[in-house]
């Protein structure tokens, strides 16, 4: 099920949280719509849900508008945040709280509600009410209950915004094996770039209520149409008035053509990575390099010694920092 | 009595107490104390009074009092159903709605607990009795009674469904929508649930209010028989020299204050175990 937005405006009072929007998300596709928090993304999210209501702009759902059909007749799955567990149904009676509303026949519910539960791996706790569940589980049941419906799209909202790092990261990976298995259209909003990288097939990036730039992940960190989009997707240091990534940096004791010398700082291990913060001289901010451990020892670099700092031969991407 | 469906509520949800201080027998002891002098024994002052073979005799058996009690049971009835549905409605527009003036509306349901009893019962009076200035006498009615009752128990429902409503969470009514739901099941099945058990705490409280109310209807009651509620019959039995009947009429609105609170609770119990 494709999605097409078209300059969609939405206001709260003298907050403009959505500003002429209009993004097109690809049938089966697995979409996240990144941005920081207040940018306008879980508003488009509701919008397209049916849950919020445009001040102006359309929504068009493989083809035909829906913008005034309400949330319940768009035959949308939507996991919130925060769960939005039914607290006194049981997790079985959450689950097929979509297929008794529409009167779907006990035993089709019966089978459909095993299904899903094996699905989330949640059959054991069928019986449990959500309070007693983890975090986590509640999560596995709020998107049982919202695939139960076999909503042709799944919009999910900071899905994992509340859980703990390790949890997220586990379920995370499960949302985009769940998203194959399943075959729908999934649009999730998230503000952890390393979240949206990780298993979207496009990722829509969203800033003060604008489309910042939208594409694949690789697009994005490759080749970003401005410093905000640059910024957001992964680290950022300035060299030499232009904007790059850290690892984009090379290091030599020697100074070559185009290098800018630097006096080390500080020598950061983080395992694998080692930070270098170095020092341009007056006026300029310091520098932040990713390299190896092993080129570190390689170089022989302590603290307090003269290097000389070039972009390597094939940035990713280079931008000129803006001015002030 | 009100006692019973607070704590009903209040003491539903924890099992042991966390940690046992070093004092931990004095505050229950003094608790125990304090309710034994305030409550405990009057009522068994109450039940010595009335443990007379003749005072419940003549509750049983004089046409009077046996039909003003089951008045006063059924109208106490009829104020707790009144008010678990107004009581929710305006707890509804209070939350949800957003209008000029709202604040205003909010203070003024507390006026009922803020006004001496019988002053309302004067207000009706005025505003529903003889040379009622907009034309609606139901003094020395039923259904003055039923107002005066409605009016002093306006507070009860509405000020305990309030705050579960506000912290009631949007996204489960949205999650709900989204599965398909119109807004009439959203209520049934999502909201109502939830503000049950308060409703039914509110509608106990109401109902014992007005098991017992004294101030507000003796003036609008007209003081003839049609209209007496149980408090009546025991202020004239007291009054004409017969407090052992009287003791027994009061043991008998305590039984019944006692025994719809219970249904309440049970039913309360039931319904929030998981909330």
Redesign the interface.
Known sequence: MSIQVRNLSKSFGDFHALRNVSVDMESGQLTAVLGPSGGGKSTLLRII?G?EEADRGTVLIDGSDVTNV?????G???V?Q?Y?????MTVWDNVA??LK??KAPKGKIKARVGELLDLVHLSGLAPR???ELSGGQRQRM?LA??L??EPALLLLDEPFGALDVKVRQELREWLRRLHDEVNTTTIFVTHDQEEAMEISDQIIVINEGRVEQSGTPDTLYDRPVNDFVMGFLGPVTTLGGNLVRPHDIHVSRTAGSAGHPARIERLVSLGFETRLVADPGPGADPVTVQLTRNHIHELALEVGDQVYLSVSAHPARLLTALEG | MADVAIGGTLLRRRGAPLRRPVSAGIGPGLSVLYLSLLVGLPVAALISKSANVNAWSFVWHDPHTRSVLEFTFFIALAIAVLNAITGVALAWVLVRDDFPGKRIVNSLIDLPFALPTIVAGLVLLTLYGPGSPIGVNVAATRVGVLFALLFVTLPFVTRAVQPVLLSLELDVEDAAACLGAKPLTIFRRIILPAILPATLTGAALAFARALGEYGSVVLIGGNIPHTEIGSQVIANLVENGAPQAAAAVGLALIVMALLVLLVLALVTRRWSRHA
């Open positions: 849900a849950l309400a949330a319940r007749n768009r949308i799955g939507f919130f925060h939005a567990a039914f607290t006194h709280f979509g509303v529409a009410y959500p309070a709020a209950r919202a139960a419906v």
